[in-house]
């Protein structure tokens, strides 16, 4: 908004408390914030001025919200940049350059740097809360990395070499990796112009092995005798003697080393102990003692506070952990038990062959990714294909190519490389299918009747009304009068002969002509199904079927499609019962939701 838009909101905010009866009405910028705050003030306003006002108010709403809910002051800011135009803004200006792309680029720092703040600033106060962060922020003169002037606490842990312990002690004291060949390392230490043995007197000899174990034994005299209470000395023994063996100096300590095997791991971050610990406190197969005194811990972390009583260990408390929760269940079902249930083919295939949860979150959810240049490619096939069949476009394959080229850059690919390997094979793919179209017809004997025919019917599908519904690339009618249905396909794979006999989708199309779904393209008698096949357009028949010239087929019989009414059962079973269960497969290396699916190892580590 500029200063002219800001001064006629401030006017007509004005004039609406003087409307509601208040002469002396707060100055403009007091009505503004709180017109922000409440956004839906600004929709009797004209638009002109107020619509940049309503929009940052519903975005401060949602940030709102978020910090409300548990949101970091980092995933605020996030959501307030994430609002605005100011990115692309700023984007466009520094792809520009000049003066004004140098002053995008240094706001693009700031921005970044700023972030950064905000991450760092959650990690060392543990989710303080975004005024905190606001406070902070402004109280510095000069911005700046507040972790690098901390000090390390007294009761901090601190790691070290031995050289640097000299002089030093602590209450315990661990000398780790005690490995031979580690400690004592007898490989000379000095630079490749041996330094080291430069003396008062000239250049010395070189240290002899004898020598450099003297000092390594030494240097381990040091280490262990920081210790004031106890001294822990760790070393791995391997079972082949080939293999890490403990150092020869474990024996001069005194003490006999003990054989420690299958220790239990253990966690090396708070976040980590607190997560184990919730595991324990639910887990059936610990004892009550476990889980109470694992219980115990979590409380005792929960309750730990600083000097300013901030909680140290945040996620410790039961409102941070989603495990506490009731699962959240919908009071309105997916479908109503009294209405069919409505599948199309490739849903069923979902529902019953694949990966239900998969079908629920794509269609029901609408969460799917947005299509791809693979399907942009597959879309544009099928409407040529479908433009040549009706005769709204000449069988002629320049004619196609020219349709092509109109929409072709509309498609979003990867690289210009690989747009115009994609149009090449769009080229073939449209090759074969003319071939087919113009001879294979006269050699199958069977003629067309529509394309891109819709249906719409309802079946009995064992104790359940179905209502199956889709649209067939093509109806042909065969030599016996039979109806033909014709799918074409675009992908890069094709089902094995054994999947296609049992392909749900090619099934429900003939079920579909079973139930009267052609009826009116056969002069309204209910003609019998003679089969229906897949035409693989990216994909060359075989060289008996006709070689690189014609599209690879895959046909499936009218015969024996009862199974497809127990399919159909079974996949409206699940939807009513809601029963989406993940399912690992082929369908997985597509899956948009593969990240978050618990039947996934990158899922998983979401829910266990």
């Known amino acids: 908004m500029d200063t002219a838009d800001l001064r006629r909101l401030g006017r007509a905010l004005r004039d609406e408390e003087r409307a509601a009866g208040d002469p002396l009405p707060p100055p403009s910028d007091d009505l503004i914030a709180r017109a922000l705050a409440e956004p839906e003030r600004l929709a009797v306003h004209d638009p002109s001025y107020a619509r940049g006002a309503q929009q940052l108010g519903e975005l401060l709403r949602r940030t709102r919200r978020l910090l409300a809910e548990g949101g970091t002051a980092e995933e605020a800011l996030w959501e307030l940049w994430n609002g605005t135009a100011w990115p692309s803004r700023l984007e466009r200006a520094a792809r520009r350059g000049g003066a004004a792309g140098r002053n995008a680029d240094r706001d693009l720092d700031a921005v970044c740097a ?3 703040t905000a991450a760092r600033a ?3 106060i543990g989710g303080r809360g975004a005024l905190n962060f606001l406070e902070e922020t402004d109280a510095q003169d000069i911005a700046a990395d507040t972790l690098t002037r901390r000090a390390v606490r007294p009761e901090a842990v601190k790691l070290m070499t031995a050289h640097r312990s000299k002089g030093l002690e602590w209450r315990l004291v661990v000398v780790a990796g005690v490995q031979e060949g580690l400690w004592p390392d007898l490989r000379r230490r000095g630079s ?11 250049l010395a000899e070189p240290l002899s092995p004898g020598a450099l174990l003297a000092e390594e034994r030494r240097l381990f005299y040091v280490a262990a005798t920081r210790a004031r209470e106890r001294l822990v000395v760790t070393a791995v023994k391997a079972p082949a003697e080939d293999g890490d063996q403990p150092s020869r100096f474990l024996t001069e300590l005194g003490v006999e080393p003990r054989d420690v095997t299958g220790r239990p791991r253990r966690p090396l971050s708070v976040a980590a102990l607190v997560a184990e610990l919730r595991a324990t406190t639910v887990d059936p197969e610990a004892s009550p003692a476990l889980r109470d005194a694992a219980a115990r811990r979590l409380a005792r972390l929960a309750a730990l506070t600083d000097d300013e009583g901030r909680p140290l260990v945040p996620a410790a408390h039961p409102y941070r952990w989603w495990g506490m929760l009731e699962r959240t269940e919908s009071k309105v079902p997916l479908r109503e038990r009294d209405r069919p249930v409505a599948l199309s083919g490739s849903a069923l295939d979902q529902l019953a062959n694949t990966c239900s949860l998969q079908w629920f979150l794509g269609r029901e959810v609408k969460a799917d990714a947005p299509a791809t240049a693979a399907q942009g490619f597959g879309n544009v096939v099928h409407v040529l294909a479908d433009e040549v069949a009706s005769g709204r476009t000449p069988a002629d394959l320049d004619v196609l190519m020219e349709r092509l080229d109109s929409v072709w850059n509309a498609l979003a690919f ?14 073939a793919a449209l090759e074969r299918f003319l071939n087919w179209h113009v001879m294979g017809r006269e050699t199958a004997g069977r003629t067309p009747v529509a394309t891109e025919h819709d249906f719409d019917v309802t079946i009995e599908a064992g104790e359940y009304q179905v ?4 649209s067939m690339d093509r109806v042909e009618r065969d030599a016996r009068g039979r109806a033909y249905v ?27 002509v079973r139930e009267g779904a052609v009826d009116d393209l056969f002069g309204g008698e209910r003609p019998e199904p003679g089969g229906a096949e897949l035409v693989h357009l990216r994909q060359a028949a075989a060289k008996r079927d006709g070689g690189d010239a014609l599209p690879k087929v895959q046909a499936q019989s009218p015969d024996g499609g ?4 127990d399919l159909l059962a079974t996949a409206a079973g699940k939807v009513l019962d809601e029963r989406f269960t993940p399912a690992t497969g082929r369908q997985c290396d597509h899956c948009a939701f593969r990240s978050s699916c618990s039947a996934r190892p990158e899922g998983r580590q979401v829910v266990e």
Not at 487 to 507: I, M, S, W
């Open 114 to 116: 700023l972030f950064a």
């Open 122 to 124: 959650e990690e060392r």
């Open 192 to 202: 490749l112009l041996e330094a080291d043995r430069i003396g008062r007197d000239g």
């Open 414 to 427: 990867d690289a210009p490389w690989k747009s115009a390997q994609e149009r090449e094979t769009a080229r």
């Open 467 to 470: 209502r199956i519904r889709g």
């Open 486 to 512: 014709v799918d074409f396909k675009t992908g890069k794979n094709a089902p094995t002969g054994a999947e296609v006999a049992r392909h749900p989708q090619l099934a429900v199309y003939q079920l579909a």
């Open 562 to 565: 009862e199974w497809v009414g």
